[in-house]
C-alpha cells in the first residue's frame, strides 16, 4: 500500500547486458501500480537484448499516470531499439497533460534515423504543459 503513494522513483541498471524486454515488462507491471508517481528516472546501458517492444512496454506503462511531471528515459547503447520504438513511445506520451520535463536518451542507438526522431519531436510539441526537453536520440 505504501508504494501507491510513492511520488519519486529513479532505477539505474549500467552496463547489464542480460537485461531483457520482460525485464522492461516486469518494470512496466510495477509503474502500472505508481498511480500517484510526478517522477520517474530510468537508466540502462549496454543491453543488446532491449528492442521495440520493451520499450513499447515501458510506454504503455506510463499512460496512466496522469500525474507524471518529470520523465527521464536514457536506455543508451540499446542497438535494437529503431524508429518503431520511439515512435510508439510518443503515442504513449499523448495523454500525460502534467507533464512538464522530458530527457530522452538512446545515445548509441544506430537504428533510430531522422524519421524516429522527427517523429518523437512532433509528438512532444503537442503535449500543453511540457517546458523543458532534452533529447539525444543517437
Known sequence: KRQRRLKDLTLSFYN?????DMSLQIISHLLKELANLQS???FISGSNQITDSGLESLGESIKGLILLENLTFHLKACQN???VGLKKLGECLQGLVCLKKISLDF????????????????????????????????
Open 16 to 20: 547489464v547486458g542480460k537485461l531483457t
Open 40 to 42: 520517474i528516472q530510468l
Open 81 to 83: 531499439i529503431t524508429d
Open 107 to 138: 545515445d548509441g542507438s544506430e537504428q533510430i534515423t531522422e524519421v524516429g526522431k522527427q517523429e518523437i519531436k512532433e509528438r512532444l510539441k503537442k503535449l500543453p504543459n511540457l517546458v523543458e526537453e532534452n533529447l539525444m536520440l543517437s
